[in-house]
T-cell receptor, first 115, second 112 residues
Framework: IAGITQAPTSQILAAGRRMTLRCTQD?????MYWYRQDLGLGLRLIHY???????GKGEVPDGYSVSRANTDDFPLTLASAVPSQTSVYFC??????????????FGPGTRLTVL | QKEVEQDPGPLSVPEGAIVSLNCTYS??????FMWYRQYSRKGPELLMY????GNKEDGRFTAQVDKSSKYISLFIRDSQPSDSATYLC????????????FGKGTHLIIQP
């Protein structure tokens, strides 16, 4: 069982280019999330999806879009990349337990540099 | 003021020492509290998950939550060099699927 996979591992991108970060989970979790991690700012939520077909905005959604066509995949798209989107991007997934707790599991991350 | 405050460190202690890591928060709606460990260039991994106030112990790790003071702690007993990592506190208000609010993380170094 792989858990959560992210691709690419790292990418250098010219400003203005379109980029899609891929995330796939094999745990059949209903919820998925995208965070970015920046030095001095910690992890911040970009977008989330509680179930296939639904998405929501997090703390820092501007410049990003997501889709959730099925349970396993949750791609993050930068329509026109800007240098401020240079960051490490983490995908996470979770399933609410019978006791109401909801544990998020994180992928290995994608390091994105926008020049 | 950020919702969750965490000293970034670095915190350097000798092997075998007891480590205390802390976070304070301002949102009284937070009820679910987590500690994640993150090794360099890796994704965060969950260490402890606590609901509301109280203590929770798991091996060498103890998590404490004091909602009246809006203060959470993680204690590591008999610290090992392999515990060297960044420790992130995280929290949320609701019990279901919901984004987490993270502290900035504390960089911990255990000296052999």
């Amino acid at each position: 069982i792989a858990g959560i996979t992210q691709a690419p591992t790292s990418q250098i991108l010219a400003a203005g280019r379109r980029m899609t970060l891929r995330c796939t989970q094999d745990m059949r979790h209903n919820a998925m999330y995208w965070y970015r991690q920046d030095l001095g700012l910690g992890l911040r939520l970009i977008h989330y999806s509680n179930t296939a077909g639904t998405t929501g905005k997090g703390e820092v959604p501007d410049g990003y879009s997501v889709s959730r066509a099925n349970t396993d995949d949750f791609p993050l798209t930068l329509a026109s990349a800007v240098p401020s989107q240079t960051s490490v991007y983490f995908c996470a997934s979770s399933r609410t337990g019978l006791d109401g707790t909801d544990t998020q599991y994180f992928g290995p991350g994608t390091r994105l540099t926008v020049l | 003021q950020k919702e969750v405050e965490q000293d970034p460190g670095p915190l350097s202690v000798p092997e075998g020492a007891i480590v205390s890591l802390n976070c304070t928060y301002s949102n009284s709606a937070f009820q679910y509290f987590m500690w994640y460990r993150q090794y360099s260039r890796k994704g965060p991994e969950l260490l402890m998950y606590t609901y509301s106030s109280g203590n929770k112990e798991d091996g060498r790790f103890t998590a404490q939550v004091d909602k009246s003071s809006k203060y959470i702690s993680l204690f590591i007993r008999d610290s090992q060099p392999s515990d060297s990592a960044t420790y992130l506190c995280a929290m949320k208000a609701g019990g279901g699927a919901d984004g987490l609010t993270f502290g900035k993380g504390t960089h911990l170094i255990i000296q052999p």
